[in-house]
Nanobody, 130 residues
Framework: DVQLQASGGGLVQAGGSLRLSCAAS????????IGWFRQAPGREREGVSC????????YYAESVKGRFTISSDNNKNTVYLQMNSLKPEDTAVYYC???????????????????????WGKGTQVTVSS
């Protein structure tokens, strides 16, 4: 079974940084992508970033480009989301998710980031104070 565990959330002032971690297990990393999604109260879920292990394809939402960086440590089966220059509007529960996306093209990956992935972990709260 796919298992995902997000951690690293917390309270930070605007302009600060946090690094989220997603520990993953139960699947072949070569076939999968892991994405970060977030949801704030009263707002729709947003696909923030994803990485596909087979080719290191990465995706970033426009709202986080230049501020967030996704990376992976395949030896530790962990994906990180480095979040810099945080803004109050980044406040949300952040979830990591996974899906077998081997062979998917860019359009498909972007669609997945809109509609969500197959497997989800529990979220971690990120709160950015102004």
């Amino acid at each position: 079974d796919v298992q995902l565990q997000a951690s690293g959330g917390g309270l930070v002032q605007a302009g600060g940084s946090l690094r989220l971690s997603c520990a993953a297990s139960g699947f072949n990393f070569d076939d999968y992508a892991i994405g970060w999604f977030r949801q704030a109260p009263g707002r729709e879920r947003e696909g923030v970033s994803c990485i596909r292990f087979s080719d290191d394809y990465t995706y970033y939402a426009e709202s986080v480009k230049g501020r967030f960086t996704i990376s992976s440590d395949n030896n530790k089966n962990t994906v990180y989301l480095q979040m810099n220059s945080l803004k109050p509007e980044d406040t949300a529960v952040y979830y990591c998710a996974a899906e077998n996306l081997v062979g998917a093209d860019g359009d498909w990956l972007r669609a997945v980031m809109t509609y969500g992935m197959d497997d989800w972990g529990k979220g971690t709260q990120v709160t950015v104070s102004s």
